[in-house]
């Protein structure tokens, strides 16, 4: 019912910028929290930052400073702000929305597709 399309991945230089987007598109009440995460293959998914429906954030050590995440509640998107990338952020970065279907109320939590981002010479 609820489904998430990102875009802006890609291949960039280490010292420079990338911005991710995810739309989020189906019966929506409300998205409480919606967040970025990253998985390198044969890891664990890890949070690399959230953002909830008032705008709190929370941002994982490795990229504070760096990495800005943002969203428009108009248009059910969240936006994630890569500067100073390295290479050790090269991964697969998937949007996750947590929130409340509408007409139903039942809490939906959905992942997106994933987005690659390599950062290299």
């Known amino acids: 019912q609820v489904q998430l399309v990102e875009s802006g991945g890609g291949l960039v230089q280490p010292g420079g910028s990338l911005r991710l987007s995810c739309a989020a598109s189906?019966?929506?009440?409300?998205?409480?929290?919606m967040g970025w995460y990253r998985q390198a293959p044969g890891k664990e998914r890890e949070l690399v930052a959230s953002i909830t429906i008032r705008g709190s954030t929370n941002y994982a050590n490795p990229v504070k400073g760096r990495f800005t995440i943002s969203r428009d509640n108009s248009k059910n998107t969240v936006y994630l702000q890569m500067a100073s990338l390295k290479p050790e952020d090269t991964d697969a970065y998937y949007c996750n929305a947590r929130g409340l279907v509408a007409g139903t109320m039942e809490r939906f939590e959905v992942w997106g597709q994933g987005t690659l981002v390599t950062v290299s010479s």
């Open positions: 189906g019966s929506i009440f409300s998205i409480t929290t």
